[in-house]
């Protein structure tokens, strides 16, 4: 069948075509069993781990779940600026899933940042993040850090691609609460078992990188895909899931609209439906390969016939096999409910969120993302019974019960608040008190106290560019309106100061410090005392335990971005600027200038209990 590699027909233009089908399953399998299974070998020979990106996006010859699923670690990724990453996490975590590999890597945050550099920062990278993690990504790789040899030169070292995470970088060193809230939200979405519905078989057909969605699975349902090699060695059939060693399972099996697949495949299939799975799709009619060719395609058709019976020939969209059922292909929202399968989360859907569940022996871990950028307010019905909420935040580590919700049948009703790309941890236990509305809300709400907004000291310190300059502030304002172009163009760090008088006859009250808005990074002093930082929404703190009575000193310490100072340069000759990068920018002096500092109105919040 050689001379088929140059165009010829042997035999047939069938036989040649399974023959060139035959060839690339051959050097998917081969990458996978020989090239990825072989460097894992010798990497556990050396007591190391083999790492890889289960894909590749030019000429990738292999199937993307066998090549994942030989490895130690798997990672996707994905791009702040592209739609790179929109297939790849799930590619990773669907490979992960089915192969028993608990944690989920992602090359994050990369961006394609030749133009315009230094103009990515932690909020603005929050929810393509946490998009991310309802993806299946469960630990984050920062992209990128770079070395940088030259003490004398800023920005310094960058490249053309990645999100610049590294020393010389205005906001690095103000960056710790970032990184910690990816750190409690790696930690939570790596516990217990990640809970779908539905698998997607892809197929055998290669080389592939991505699975087919067809028909289209509805909102409020997750999946994974899944490959032939972990349906024939790594599924089986429990009370009517398919479920894998690792305890992962799915209550239905979708087949792709192809007329092929391997008798062995089928067979399988078979199998798992006697048993009492559910698979969707319409009956195969021959084999793809020259593999005991005529022989295979007849046992096709028989196992075809056999398995959706009376269904076969599209008269019946559903038919009883064994404990399972055959349903012909068909939109999923009829099919699930033909096969009784409720929604893990009933949303509204204008509701901009996004979510993932998990499960960890009696408790239900849900992650949820606010993917607008404006406060939200949304019922969520939980497929959930018998247990009680409560609120994980993963930007300050705090949790609490939540009293306000309805059980109903096989669904915990929670009315939920998010701000402006905010997100949350939901987690259902066993607790069985308050399984009642007790009449409290979820959420207090905030009345002003004060405003605190005029009247601040100003400091702008960039050691790096020897910069150390302070001036008085009369209001808050955006530093990159200011027409004193020291502070219009700076970039570095901005240390806001002022003292106010504060009296409260009630200590038991909580006060909240409203920061309203910051560009880009901000930590508090209150009083001498550290308090915390803050990169995103909402732009608050506890300060109830350091707030006095009286006289009260307050320190904001900012950190804004490069693009500033690279604006300034950018009118300069080269020999004059005082930046200076590997790869230059396309930055002018007309570039518009991102918001900078302190921007407020900072005000003092009291929490009001209803």
Not at 95 to 122: C, R, W
Not at 223 to 228: C, E, G, H, P, Q
Not at 464 to 474: A, N, R, S, V
């Amino acid at each position: 069948y050689l001379p088929v590699l140059t165009g010829i027909v042997v035999n047939s233009v069938e036989e040649s075509s399974r023959f060139l089908w035959d060839l690339r399953r051959l050097v998917a399998d081969g990458l996978a069993h020989e090239y990825i299974a072989g460097l894992q070998e010798m990497c556990e020979e050396n007591d190391l781990q083999l790492w890889l990106e289960n894909y590749g996006h030019w000429g990738f010859p292999g199937e993307f779940l066998m090549y994942g699923g030989q490895a130690d670690l798997l990672a996707g990724e994905f791009w702040t600026t592209e739609e790179l990453g929109n297939i790849e996490c799930k590619a990773a975590a669907s490979a992960a899933h089915t192969y028993g590999k608990n944690v989920v890597y992602a090359e994050s945050f990369t961006s394609d940042t030749e133009a315009n550099p230094f103009n990515s920062y932690p909020e603005k990278m929050k929810k393509r993040g946490d998009w991310s993690f309802t993806e299946g990504i469960n630990h984050v790789v920062y992209h990128v850090y770079i070395h940088q040899p030259y003490e004398d030169k800023f920005p310094g070292v960058n490249a053309w691609f990645g999100t610049e995470i590294n020393r010389k970088n205005t906001w690095f060193e103000a960056a710790a609460p970032w990184m910690k809230y990816h750190q409690r939200c790696n930690y939570l979405l790596q516990q217990g078992t990640y809970v779908a519905d539905v698998a997607y078989y892809i197929g055998e057909d290669t080389p592939k990188m991505t699975g087919p969605t067809e028909p289209e699975l509805p909102i409020g349902y997750s999946f994974d895909f899944i490959n032939a090699e972990v349906i024939k060695d790594r599924i089986s059939v429990s009370d009517g899931r398919m479920i894998l060693p690792d305890g992962l399972s799915y209550k239905i099996l979708v087949l792709p609209d192809s007329k092929t697949m391997r008798p062995e495949v089928l067979e399988k299939i078979k199998e798992l439906v006697y048993q009492g799975a559910i698979i969707i799709g319409n009956p195969p009619q021959k084999s793809p390969s020259l593999h005991n060719y005529a022989n295979a395609d007849r046992r096709i058709i028989e196992l075809s016939r056999e398995l959706w019976g009376e269904s076969y020939d599209g008269t019946k969209k559903i038919v009883d096999f064994g404990k399972g059922k055959v349903i012909r292909l068909m939109d999923m929202n009829e099919a699930l409910k033909f096969a009784d399968i409720t929604p893990d989360l009933k949303l509204s859907e204008e509701t901009p969120v996004l979510w993932i569940h998990r499960t960890l022996g009696d408790k239900d871990i849900y992650f949820l993302s606010n993917q607008s950028d404006t406060k939200i307010s949304f019922d969520a019905s939980f497929r959930v019974e018998g247990m009680r909420p409560s609120l994980w935040n993963p930007t300050n580590g705090i949790s609490r019960y939540l009293p306000q919700y309805n059980i109903n049948g096989l669904y915990t009703k929670v009315p939920l608040q998010l701000e402006p790309a905010e997100s949350a941890f939901v987690v259902f236990d066993k607790n069985g008190e308050g399984l009642k509305d007790i009449g409290i809300k979820n959420y207090e709400e905030l009345t002003v106290l004060q405003d605190i907004s005029k009247n601040w000291s100003v400091r702008l310190k960039n050691d790096q560019l020897k910069i150390d300059e302070e001036f008085e502030l009369d209001s808050l304002q955006d530093l990159s309106q200011l027409e004193d172009e020291t502070s219009k163009y700076f970039s570095g760090k901005i240390i806001y100061r002022t003292n106010f008088q504060f009296e409260n006859e009630f200590k038991s009250d909580k006060i909240f410090l409203d920061l309203g808005k910051v560009g880009v990074i901000a930590h508090v002093k209150l009083n001498g005392k550290k308090i915390g930082g803050l990169w995103t929404a909402p732009w608050k703190l506890n300060i109830s335990d350091h707030l006095k009575n009286g006289y009260n000193s307050l320190e904001v310490e900012v950190a804004n971005l490069w693009v500033n100072q690279l604006v300034k340069d950018a009118s300069k000759d080269k020999k004059q600027s005082e930046t200076w990068m590997l790869i230059d920018h396309n930055y002018d002096k007309n570039s518009p200038l991102p918001p900078s500092g302190l921007i407020g109105p900072v005000r003092l919040m009291k929490e009001y209990t209803n």
